[in-house]
């Protein structure tokens, strides 16, 4: 049997959820992985990503369903899914996307209590039987790498236009 190390998994299995709900506490930008924030709505990059690029968006009030949610809300998250989208075809050029958001425990919600989009990047090849087989997925390029490279397009967003 062959072995394979993946030191840096060991944060997600032993993290205990430090206080707090991470995506309020992403407008300050805390862990260095806020991409766009604004009174409404935010971007942080996924810490434990599926795929490089792996973007949750978010309302800023906490909130857990999307029927607590007022219309202005609603349209700025749905407005951010998009620019994040196309800040996500420039810089990254993926194939496809998978968009979309899971509703309570069962549905896979691993931070239930804050509403949030994920946004995640594809490409042919992008999972492989590592992921199948051992559970592991490799993450060709380091998450502040990849901050960095998209981070100038967040700071230039207007979700006004």
């Known amino acids: 049997m ?18 707090g709900c991470v995506f309020c506490k992403a407008p300050a930008n ?3 992985l806020t991409l766009f924030a604004n009174p409404e709505v935010l971007v942080v990059m996924n810490k434990f990503p599926y795929t490089n690029g792996h973007l949750l968006v978010a309302p800023v009030r906490h909130v857990s369903t999307l029927s607590e949610l007022s219309e202005k809300e609603m349209g700025r ?29 069962v549905a896979g919600a691993g931070i239930e209590e ?6 995640v990047p594809r490409w042919s090849g992008d999972v492989n039987a590592l992921t199948v087989f051992a559970d592991v997925r490799v993450i ?19 979700l006004n236009t």
């Open 2 to 19: 062959k072995t394979m190390w993946a030191p840096w998994r060991i944060e997600y299995i032993l993290d205990n959820r430090k206080e």
């Open 114 to 119: 804050h509403l949030h989009f994920h946004i």
């Open 140 to 158: 060709p390029e380091h998450l502040k790498s990849t901050y960095d490279h998209l981070k100038p397009f967040f700071d230039n967003l207007d």
């Open 30 to 32: 805390e862990e260095g």
């Open 77 to 105: 998250v749905l407005l951010l899914v998009e620019k994040s989208l196309g800040i996500l075809k420039k810089v990254m050029n993926p194939e496809g996307f998978n968009v979309g958001l899971n509703l309570g425990k």
